[in-house]
């Protein structure tokens, strides 16, 4: 039996997650790229565990005995709109308690430098000008997190223990995850969203990229928006319309965008988003996988199917998260 680690890695990323699965298994067959069912039957029927991350469309095809698809991403939208993704074969996405710290850490950051003005304070410096901003406290501060999932629920209460006034809101009622203990108002539903949205000083986008998902920012939700508001996308580019976007700053809808993430990445040196005064560009950096605590999860997963164990982090795929 062997593992197939297959994915949009550099060489580097690659050398290390293999160093890292080796150095646990031992004596374990690795693939570093898809046999060929015509040409090597023998590898592909070999391949029990796939190790992915975004992997190209069709290459997880001709695995007449792949067991489980185990991501190292946290968002499998991608892997989930491939179409020759094998059926029946358990997908499990990545779940690291490293990339969730790092991604409370962005959004903290984005709330406090909305929140406090530091964004246009950076810009006052550069023309040397020297004007105080308000001060509202953080409790005066409304926070809707959209997305109550590992990194939404763990952002809102992170959020909440900073002092905010935070929502949360998801799509499903009595959806897994979530922190209902929590200082956080647990909202769910299309009519509570419009309320939440009213009223929202920062928008937080965690969101799963879904059909229902795809282009959820777009001129009517933005107009649902509290005029000048702030909006902090981590979770995909294909949530926000990026022309609706453009046209609600050039509007004075929303005061500033935060983007992780977007439709093309890389984003096109030649984008609006670059030069736009009202805009903060991150390179898709806000949470990345941390190779050395995402090597525990897929290794605990690794274990749990050979012994027959419930997988952790199951992707329910129908529902595409
Ligand atoms: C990054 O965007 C991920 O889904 O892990």
């Known amino acids: ?13 690659r050398e290390r997650w293999l160093a890292l699965l080796q150095n646990e298994l031992p004596g374990e067959q690795f ?22 991350a975004n992997p190209v469309h ?20 991608k892997l989930l709109a491939d179409p020759d993704l094998p059926t029946g074969v358990p997908v499990a996405r990545m779940v690291d308690p490293a990339m969730n710290e790092a991604m409370v ?20 410096q550069a023309l040397a000008l020297w004007c105080q901003p308000a001060q509202p406290r953080a409790s005066e501060w ?39 203990d929590t200082q956080v108002r ?24 879904t059909d229902a998902t795809r282009g959820f920012f777009n001129t009517r939700r933005f ?6 508001a702030g909006l902090v996308n981590l979770a995909r580019g294909a949530h926000v319309r990026e022309g609706d976007l453009l046209l609600a700053l050039e ?33 898709h950096c806000a949470a990345q996988t941390d190779a050395r605590s995402a090597a525990a999860v897929v290794l605990g997963n690794l274990r749990a199917l050979r012994e027959g164990r419930p997988l952790a982090h199951l992707v329910q795929v129908a529902r595409g998260y």
Not at 157 to 175: D, I
Request: glycine fraction near 10%; aromatic fraction near 6%.
């Open 105 to 124: 850490q962005t959004a903290l950051w984005a709330v406090l430098s909305l929140h406090r003005g530091f964004f246009r304070l950076a810009k006052q």
């Open 186 to 209: 647990g909202l769910c539903g299309e009519a509570a969203l419009a309320a939440a949205l009213a009223e929202a000083d920062t928008v937080i986008n965690l969101l799963p990229l």
């Open 251 to 283: 509007q004075g809808q929303l005061g500033h965008a935060v983007l992780d993430v977007f439709a093309q990445e890389p984003l096109d040196p030649a984008h609006a988003f670059w030069h736009h005064p009202r805009v903060t560009v991150l390179p």
């Open 58 to 77: 069709g290459s997880l095809r001709g695995l007449p005995n792949l067991r489980l698809i185990q991501s190292v991403w946290a968002g499998v939208d």
């Open 142 to 180: 409304r926070v809707l997190v959209l997305g109550q999932g590992e990194l939404g629920g763990r952002v809102a209460r992170a959020l909440a223990a900073q002092g905010y006034a935070v929502s949360g809101w998801r799509t499903q009622a009595g959806a897994a995850g979530g922190f209902d």
């Open 223 to 228: 107009a649902q928006m509290k005029r000048g």
């Open 1 to 13: 039996m062997s593992l197939l680690l297959l994915g949009s890695w550099t060489a580097a990323e």
């Open 31 to 52: 693939e570093l790229a898809p046999p060929a069912e015509s040409t090597d039957a023998a590898a592909a029927a070999a391949v029990e565990v796939a190790i992915v």
